[in-house]
């Protein structure tokens, strides 16, 4: 893997340039500046965005908590079992969709609980296997329920207002996405080679339920080569990616758009009025630290040899260097969430954990903070901002991130946050 940035070879011809200059105060309200460039060019059909500089409010922004919503021990519309997505409406009402309790809670503004929607069943907007909401341009909320193959829809006082099926058999937790027009995009296996991973992408329905198009991953000129093991019999297979390898990362933005990177060229491509539009940055890659690559690489021997006794390794090497980024989100209001790699933190494994007698020693856990540079769709770098630890974003509108974090005993708690300007 190559471990120095890259962008667009400046030898391509360029033919506008740009240059835009947004300066702004620190937060500390000292007399410092900062200033953010971007410079745009075209490559073809192509336009980039070159940018450069620092961002536009800073590159150290919190993110600063204003509501929470959850009890390790209390009633049960305050407990939380495995929270899985969540949505917010203008008003900032907060819809969350506890997988485990099969329902979808209902709390203001302010945190207090509002009400219920929906229950465990098979009946007219019952969930069996929830996983994804969001809300249709006509107001009804939709929920995505695998177990029973279909997009279930509420009405404003929740409801059923009607249900949509969608392919069965088939669970990922990627998001459902419904654009500005009421189109839906759920996940489903879009491609099946033969002796290959399967490729997953996004059935369309349009707004009255019609089946329309397969939106398939972005096929660049990329590759990479998976570790695989065997059964001793045949019959099973075990296929995982390279720790710290590059791939490919890809979302859908409001419009529809595919919006996609190799995460080893800090390069996110998307449509803008039509046209090819790419955003891109040079930074410095993150090394593997030795023991962080140790411990992966341990971990990978041990899952491979519960498939095939005896694997050892025969595929590409761990990499030095991590990948620029990792996951792509594009919040509600059309800024673009990258998450940035990090160097790797040990987290010793519990001493006291009990494990079976002759079992090898735990293998230390590793972990990243979660940063991540914000971007506005013109390819204005906003922030980068530093969350939470255990936060994971859900939706995201203006300066406010709503999502779940987990404490120390993995109780789960919804969360309001305001960025820090």
């Known amino acids: ?244 390898s590059p791939g490919i990362q890809w979302t859908l933005d409001r419009a529809g758009n595919v919006v996609w990177g190799i995460t080893n060229d800090y390069a996110i491509h998307t449509l803008r009025g039509g046209r090819p539009f790419r955003i891109t940055r040079t930074i410095e890659a993150v090394p593997v630290q030795a023991a962080e690559k140790a411990a992966e690489e341990e971990r990978v021997l041990r899952n491979m040899r519960r498939t095939q006794p005896g694997w050892s390794w025969q595929g590409p090497a761990i990499p030095d260097a991590k990948p620029f980024f990792g996951t792509l989100t594009v919040a509600h209001d059309g800024r673009i969430w990258v998450l940035v790699r990090q160097p790797g933190e040990r987290q010793p494994a519990d001493p006291a954990a009990e494990r079976e007698p002759g079992a090898p020693p735990p293998i230390d856990r590793w972990t990243e903070p979660s940063v991540y540079d914000v971007f506005e769709p013109d390819g204005t770098w906003l922030a980068r901002i530093h969350a939470p630890e255990q936060f994971v974003p859900m939706y995201m509108r203006g300066d406010q991130v709503w999502g779940m974090q987990r404490d120390e005993y993995d109780v789960n708690y919804v969360v309001r946050l305001r960025i820090a300007r």
């Open 1 to 244: 893997m190559t471990t120095t940035p890259r962008r667009p070879s400046s030898a391509l011809p360029a033919l506008f340039m740009l240059v835009g200059l947004f300066p702004t105060a620190c937060s500390t309200g000292d007399a410092t500046a900062r200033t953010s460039t971007i410079a745009y060019d075209t490559l073809g059909d192509t336009i980039v965005a070159r940018v450069q500089g620092a961002p536009l409010w800073g590159d150290s922004v919190a993110l600063t908590e204003e509501v929470r919503i959850g009890e390790l021990e209390g009633p049960e519309e305050y407990t939380f079992g495995t929270v899985v997505s969540m949505t917010v409406d203008s008003a900032g009402t907060m819809y969350v969709l506890d997988r485990q309790a099969l329902t979808v809670r209902v709390y203001d503004a302010a945190g207090r609980h509002v009400r219920d929607i929906a229950r465990s069943g098979s009946g007219p907007g019952e969930l069996k296997q929830p996983h994804s909401l969001d809300f249709m341009p006509d107001g009804r909320l939709a929920v995505r329920d695998f177990g029973n193959a279909r997009i279930n829809y509420y009405d404003a006082v929740g409801e059923s207002a009607g249900t949509l099926t969608i392919p069965g058999g088939f669970y990922t937790s990627t998001p459902m996405h419904v654009d500005t027009l009421g189109r839906i995009y759920t996940s489903v296996i879009a491609d099946r080679i033969e002796g290959q991973m399967f490729s997953v992408g996004y059935q369309r329905f349009g707004a009255d339920g019609s089946t329309q198009d397969t939106i398939r991953r972005p096929r660049p000129e990329f590759q990479t080569e998976p570790l695989t093991a065997r059964s001793p019999d045949g019959s099973g297979m075990s296929a995982t990616s390279v720790p710290f």
